[in-house]
């Protein structure tokens, strides 16, 4: 990777293949639901899938647990909260839209 700052100026990056991302330029392939109010629910996707592993997922955000959303409209986190059975509070003072 090469960022170019100015003219005659720039940082070149590299990672090595053992100790970086799987997915092709560092971004996983994540699949919009029809269903969900906002692609803003595969930030929340892939956040839980690059920070928590297999284990922590299933143990912070598995169902049954309560979670709140501030900030919520139009409802893009919340969806994937509810979507791995989470209870959430969802509050904003936009309308949220709903499926
Ligand atoms: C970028 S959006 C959040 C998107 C959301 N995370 C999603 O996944 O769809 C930010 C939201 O914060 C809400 N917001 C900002 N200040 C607020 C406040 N003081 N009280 C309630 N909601 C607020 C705005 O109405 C806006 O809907």
């Known amino acids: 990777m090469c960022v170019l700052l100015a003219s005659g100026k720039a940082y070149a990056g590299y990672s090595l293949s053992n100790n970086s991302s799987p997915h092709f330029m560092g971004i996983p392939r994540l699949?919009?639901?029809a269903d969900a109010p906002s692609?803003?629910?595969l930030k929340l996707d892939e956040a839980?899938?690059?920070f928590l592993t297999?284990?922590?997922q299933e143990t912070r955000c598995r169902s049954g647990l309560n979670s709140?959303?501030?900030g919520a409209c139009p409802g893009g986190w919340?969806?994937?909260l509810v979507?791995?059975?989470m209870m959430v509070a969802a509050i904003d003072n936009d309308p949220?839209?709903?499926?």
């Open 68 to 70: 709140v959303d501030l």
């Open 54 to 56: 297999k284990e922590e």
């Open 83 to 85: 979507r791995r059975g």
């Open 31 to 33: 699949k919009m639901a």
């Open 48 to 50: 839980f899938g690059v």
């Open 39 to 41: 692609r803003s629910s």
């Open 96 to 99: 949220m839209t709903l499926n």
């Open 78 to 80: 919340t969806y994937q």
